[in-house]
């Protein structure tokens, strides 16, 4: 079982605001930039940040600026999909088959073949991700969704299977004795920190069946805005609740 987690300014990104009622303002900004900047150095400098990003809705934007009309935007923004290693971004760089740049095509031949062995990794466990709640009473619907759907992500990329919602406790069984694999669930709340900002617990479970504690981890964060502080929050909860369960 692990102690709490306290994450320090350091960690997170310092980003501008965006009055828009978006889930994260700093991917609507980069976004918004990528698709109508004036200088191609400027979309160039947004698709980098967004594929560096780690925020799953930056896979949008993105792939729509493999069609920008400058060669070296289309570039940048095929480097970004692969530094982002979203899965589904495989279709859309498939769809680039009649680029006519070759530089470009370079770029779009890298992260197809980074997308497929992606998608290609070797499974090592099932987990169950319950929904996440938030107790705080004070997040949009959207960030809740956002920092549920950064965690899915984190889970995938360190090998994990999720599990369907409403999977019987029989197709679970077979499903892990199939592939020999371990199985988890986990229950995560965001909360209020302990000196402000927020704290996003998870309790670790053996999956099927939902009484065998396994662990409990918590991680924290303040000084920054709930959505940079759960973009930070998010994947280290994963990281931290998977080595948890390891011990």
Known sequence: MRSPTHLVAALLLACPTLALAQADARTASLARTLKQGALATQKVQAARVLGESEDPEALAPLCAGLADEAPEVRAAAAKAL???????????????????????????????????????????????????????????????????????????????????????????????????????????????????????????????????????????????????LLAALAPRAIEDALASMKK
């Open 82 to 228: 692969e530094a982002l290693a979203e899965p589904g971004a495989l279709e859309c760089l498939e769809a680039r088959e009649d680029e006519p740049d070759a530089t470009v095509q370079q770029a779009l031949a890298s992260a197809v073949k980074a997308t497929q062995a992606l998608r290609a990794r070797p499974t090592r466990m099932v987990v169950m991700l319950g929904a996440l709640k938030d107790t705080t009473g004070t997040l949009s619907p959207e960030l809740v969704k956002l920092t549920e759907a950064r965690m899915r992500r984190k889970l995938f990329q360190l090998g994990a299977d999720l599990a369907p919602a409403g999977q019987g406790e029989a197709e679970a069984k077979a499903q892990l004795a199939k592939g020999k694999l371990p199985g988890y669930r986990l229950l995560s709340e965001i909360r209020p920190g302990s000196a402000g900002g927020l704290k996003l617990s998870v309790m670790c479970l053996r999956y099927p069946g939902k009484h065998q504690l396994l662990g409990n981890v918590e991680v924290q964060g303040s000084d920054e805005e709930p959505g940079e």
